[in-house]
């Protein structure tokens, strides 16, 4: 009784190591011809979107800098002052240092697995090439998400403030 | 007890000039590689724009110059008026404009099958 229990737990686990084993992505023979040949293309089209990627990310990093030193953090410093602060004001001050932290950390990581990416030979491993690209989508997705919160962030401390304004 | 040579020659010196010299380029080849991987590890390396293929743009050069002209402090100090804060969300505006001018900035899109030209044709029958 005790080995056909036994056995059966051995199957299960077995059955899960393989699940976890097995790719997440399948890859069609065609597409991997498509990206055999397509290689210098392909890579081409990443050094590009790398450069854009920069741009953008230097753009808006110091525009997210500009909009909490110069806007956020001195309100909440004289809403304190004068005992008009409440905690929306200062949640939505942290969340937006948060907000920006996690997009300076996601853009080094989302960069790091790009570099990678670009600097793989897709002629020779285009299934590992692409098993990758998976993995920087997932990465561009994460930027994509900060970006969206940090710029509901942004709406919510409007909002905050002309509410304040009406009741002053 | 004259017959005893000097401990160190002339050529010794020079031996010990080469070997300075292997130690300082050893010493500095070691510092840089640990410079450039502090640059690299950290992130700083994704954001230095000043690298081949990363500088910017003519256009984007000029947006900056005429940004720095007109910048804007919200004043930590004074009252605190119906007016200030008019000025407050006006200014705070026109950044988040500046921020909207990137319609979905990380757009998955960019990497997708098709953009990437790897997405195999549907067959038709």
Redesign the interface.
């Known amino acids: 009784m005790k080995k056909k229990y036994l056995s059966s737990y051995f199957i299960i686990l077995m059955l899960f190591c393989q699940v976890l084993v097995l790719p997440v992505v399948a890859i069609s023979e065609e597409k991997l011809d498509l990206i055999e040949t397509r290689c210098d293309a392909i890579k081409d089209d990443l050094k590009k979107i790398q450069r854009e990627d920069a741009k953008v990310r230097v753009h808006l990093g110091g525009k997210y800098d500009a909009i909490l030193n110069r806007f956020i953090m001195p309100l909440n410093v004289k809403l304190v002052e004068k005992n008009l602060s409440n905690a929306d004001f200062v949640e939505n001050q942290n969340n937006f240092v948060d907000a920006k932290t996690a997009f300076s950390s996601d853009y080094i990581s989302y960069q790091q697995q790009l570099e990678e990416l670009v600097a793989m030979d897709c002629k020779k491993e285009p299934e590992e090439f692409y098993e990758k690209l998976v993995k920087v989508r997932q990465k561009r997705k994460t930027m994509d998400q900060d970006t969206m919160l940090l710029r509901n962030l942004m709406s919510k401390n409007v909002r905050l403030v002309t509410k304040l304004k009406e009741k002053i | 007890m004259d017959d005893k040579k000097p401990k160190f020659q002339i050529r010794d010196g020079s031996r010990n000039l080469l070997l300075l010299g292997l130690v300082s380029i050893v010493v500095a080849l070691m510092t840089t590689g640990v410079s450039l991987a502090v640059y690299h590890n950290s ?1 700083d390396i ?2 230095d ?1 000043s690298r081949p ?2 500088l ?1 743009d003519e256009e ?1 050069v000029e947006d900056d110059n005429d940004d720095s002209d007109e ?8 009252d ?3 007016e200030s ?2 000025e ?2 006006e ?3 026109a ?2 404009e ?3 001018e ?1 319609e ?5 899109a ?4 098709e ?6 044709e549907e067959k038709t029958e």
Do not use: H, M, N
């Open positions: 992130g994704y954001l724009r293929g990363f910017p984007e910048e804007y402090d919200f004043a930590k100090s004074g605190l008026t119906g804060l008019g407050y969300l200014k705070i505006g950044e988040i500046e921020v909207d990137y979905k900035p990380f757009d998955a960019a990497l997708s099958d953009k990437l030209g790897i997405k195999p």
